[in-house]
């Protein structure tokens, strides 16, 4: 059953094919099992899974249970549960169990969907390669030598190595496409607002964004169902109808415009990636999408404005921890500054810390002007590159990397080197754009992606470009060979 995806496992549970207790338990059992080699996990509790998917094989018994009823599903460990830790990858937030449910789990809960555990991030979700965490890095599945990218490295390698069927991410500049292209599963990462940032830990909070990660655009589809809407607890939460993410689906894409930014297409990108883009771009072709050359002029600013703008927003939101009220404490202060002192020296790891000081300088008096307002000024432009190309076109497509995934420590020395990977991510998240990275071909045996870029509040359009794109290709079924673990028959 592991091999099957979101809609197949909804399909079988209400077939009674099998139940929701056999479904989670085989997860769990490939969790215990596989795990070791992935290190996808931070928490496990499979008490609590088998105590909700008991739940949900009564709700499903009375015949009117929601989709997810059932469904076995991984949550990033940044979304607050309720008497579960979340930590965020953080020596900081080690001890921390939240009194309440963010609102996505909330929603999931509420969808009869089961929680299997909570999923290795880079700390704080700061990172490109899932290498920060305090709890060691996440291996790809693909080869046990690569990263799996960040932030949400462990939700995606998880997916991949089939420990869960899908699983939820949060993109702040490109942590859930990047690492779905590293793993080779789908990723979609929403327009800003369209799902409730209650209680996801912050980091850039006009960045954050929460999204379902999973094999096929289907399943991120019926994620995206039980995720979006308005939440009135939430200030930036948008106010725009949903939809049935499921109903566009199956729309043909004739007449479907689709822009290539000539940005994404130069010196920096792998030439082997960009036989693979170039070929997915064909297949879509012959779909009966037309290509259309666009520019995004701004593209070379993307970088150095989100390199401010992040980290500003990430030093303010970071500095509620202190060792006063939640959170690891230093041991033994001798005074107030002290606390604050150890507290933060010892509870942040190195990346935390470097963009804490580089935020809290572009805010400082005399230098505010200089970085921070004229960043944001930058990424006005950025959005607006964007709004003129749509214009002329219906989605943007590119590549979501510069090239595939690349070793445990060859970048963990280089900031710089490491930032360059969200290079062709980071600009949605500064214009508040929908996007998703789709599985599009291998170089060698490693998985890469096709990013596409939609209007505001298009979701259902990039879905429906995914899906029928899936449907021509295999690349969204394939797997790693390590993920066929010993388990491979019976319930796992």
Not at 101 to 116: C, E, H, S, Y
Not at 201 to 215: C, E, I, K, N, T
Not at 432 to 460: C, N, T, Y
């Amino acid at each position: 059953m592991h091999t099957n995806s979101v809609a197949q496992l909804i399909e079988g549970l209400r077939e009674r094919q099998f139940s929701s207790v056999e479904v989670t338990q085989g997860f769990l059992d490939r969790i215990d099992a596989l795990d070791g080699l992935y290190n996808s996990f931070i928490s496990v509790d499979a008490s609590a899974a088998l105590h909700a998917a008991a739940a949900a094989d009564k709700r499903l018994a009375t015949g009117e249970a929601p989709p997810l009823t059932g469904i076995p599903i991984a949550h990033k460990d940044i979304f607050c549960t309720d008497g579960m830790r979340t930590s965020c990858g953080s020596r900081m937030l080690d001890n921390f169990v939240p009194p309440y449910d963010a609102t996505v789990i909330q929603r999931f809960r509420a969808a009869g969907a089961v929680m299997l555990g909570k999923t290795n991030m880079d700390e704080f979700a700061m990172g490109s390669s899932n290498e920060s965490s305090f709890y060691g890095p996440v291996r790809n599945p693909w080869d046990t030598g690569l990263v799996p990218g960040g932030s949400s490295g462990g939700s995606a390698a998880a997916v991949a190595a089939m420990l869960a069927p899908a699983a939820t991410g949060t993109d702040t500049g490109g942590s859930i496409r990047q690492p779905a292209a590293f793993c080779g599963i789908t990723g979609l990462k929403p327009t800003y607002g369209r799902v409730s940032r209650l209680g996801m830990v912050a980091f850039a909070s006009s960045l954050d964004q929460a999204g379902p990660m999973a094999h096929s655009a289907q399943d991120c589809a019926l994620l995206l169902n039980a995720m979006a809407g308005h939440d009135p607890l939430d200030s930036t939460s948008s106010c725009t109808d949903t939809e049935d993410y499921c109903n566009a689906l199956d729309n043909n894409l004739q007449g479907l415009r689709i822009g290539l930014p000539d940005e994404y297409f130069g010196d920096g990108l792998d030439s082997a990636t960009g036989e693979c883009i170039n070929g997915a771009l064909r297949e879509l072709e012959a779909l009966g999408a037309t290509l259309v050359q666009v520019s995004l002029p701004h593209s070379a600013l993307t970088v150095p404005a989100y390199y401010i703008i992040a980290p500003a927003e990430a030093s303010t939101n970071l500095s509620r921890y202190d060792g006063v009220r939640y959170g690891y404490r230093c041991p033994d202060p001798v005074d107030l500054h002290d606390l604050y002192t150890r507290t933060r020296e010892q509870g942040f790891g190195d990346e935390v810390k470097r963009r804490i000081l580089v935020g809290t300088y572009a805010l400082s008096a005399g230098y505010y002007d200089a970085y921070y307002k004229k960043a944001q000024q930058v990424r006005r432009l950025i959005k607006q590159d964007f709004m003129n190309c749509f214009e002329q076109v219906d989605i943007i497509a590119g590549p979501t990397t510069p090239g595939p995934a690349f070793a445990l420590g060859a970048k963990s020395d280089d900031p710089i080197a490491m930032y360059l990977e969200d290079v062709y991510t980071l600009a949605v998240n500064l214009a508040g754009l929908p996007g998703m990275s789709v599985p599009a071909g291998l170089v060698g045996d490693k998985p890469v992606g096709l990013q596409l870029i939609g209007r505001h509040f298009d979701e259902s359009r990039l879905l429906n470009v995914a899906h029928r794109f899936q449907q021509a290709t295999d690349w969204h079924l394939r797997r790693p060979e390590s993920a066929a673990g010993p388990l491979t028959g019976g319930a796992a």
